[in-house]
């Protein structure tokens, strides 16, 4: 990524309309990944010089055992729900969680979800870091991971979104297919990294803030209702356009257990699953499997 630069680069652009023909599995016409976030946030984490861990002095108490709730409950709660559906989960894993709670983890291993990483504690972040730091963030969640899971990871998800300008190339350098980070399109896109060793090819896969129940219920105030009534909309509009374009939309449902896995919002949330399980439309796939079928169509 060029540094400083008006247009970074990133990827081409290229118009939404008259775009290469794209069919899914079966002919399916959307492809649906829901991507659990299972994170770790450090009750009293180290200050960072760009940006405070948490909003309150801490330790913060509240903030922390809000959060726990996801690793003590509500994990399960969402996890059940999903897979009465259908769904697999592509796991956005803060990876200090394989040390701290194992049990979650291993859940997500029982159910045949994927993993990828989303640094190492959702606590600590990217600004400012030198290469030597970020590669070690990349190596170590490459190794502790695949400890933990048997799964050599191949997505990224950075640490609360934040970044340096040479993420994305080193992710190619270690052999990673994809990164959620770039929120720019409604369907796998190429991202222009540097060729050096590795992989040298990236592939940016439709994650999602709008749908994301963090902007959900924090930034938009949506109850769970609306939420659902959300997800129902997003997909309705994506599996149409794919059935009409011919192009093949991808639509990402990222969740934070300690959010969608409440009592009052989990009913509403099954509702949507339901819906979407049900339509002939819904290709239910996992992060990987989209991006390794629209890699061997190019």
Not at 151 to 178: E, K, M, N, S, V
Not at 195 to 210: D, F, H, M
Not at 256 to 264: E, R, V
Not at 274 to 291: M, N, S
Request: contains cysteine; glycine residues 8%; charged residues 25%.
């Amino acid at each position: 990524m060029q540094e400083g630069a008006p247009d970074p680069g990133l990827y081409d652009y290229q118009a939404y309309r008259d775009r290469p023909k794209l069919q899914w599995p079966g002919g399916k016409t959307c492809a649906v990944w829901v991507a659990p976030n299972l994170e770790y946030y450090e009750i009293d984490p180290p200050i960072g010089p760009h940006r405070k861990p948490w909003p309150k002095a801490h330790p913060d108490v509240v903030g922390y055992s809000y959060r726990d709730h996801s690793n003590r409950v509500s994990h399960w709660r969402m996890a059940d729900v999903m897979s009465r559906h259908g769904f697999p989960g592509s796991v956005s894993l803060s990876v200090a969680l394989c040390d701290h709670h194992p049990e979650v983890v291993a859940d997500g291993v029982d159910r045949g979800w994927e993993f990828f990483s989303h640094g190492i504690y959702n606590t600590r972040y990217s600004y400012g870091m030198s290469e030597e730091q970020e590669r070690a963030i990349i190596e170590d969640s490459i190794e502790t991971v695949e400890r933990a899971t048997g799964q050599r990871i191949r997505g990224w998800l950075a640490p609360a979104l934040t970044h340096t300008p040479r993420t994305l190339d080193l992710l190619a350098q270690y052999d990673f297919h994809y990164t959620c980070d770039l929120y720019h399109d409604d369907q796998v896109q190429e991202v222009k990294v540097a060729p050096k060793t590795g992989n040298a090819q990236l592939a940016s896969i439709p994650y999602s803030l709008e749908v994301n129940d963090h902007y959900g219920f924090n930034v938009y105030g949506m109850s769970g209702r609306e939420y659902a009534d959300c997800l129902i909309q997003q997909f309705d509009r994506l599996a149409e356009e794919g059935e009409r374009t011919g192009s093949g939309t991808v639509m990402c449902i990222p969740l934070h257990a300690y959010l969608i896995g409440q009592p009052h919002r989990i009913g509403p949330f099954e509702e949507a699953l339901r819906h979407i399980a049900a339509d002939p439309r819904c290709w239910k796939a996992r992060a990987g499997e989209i991006v390794d079928h629209w890699r061997a169509a190019q």
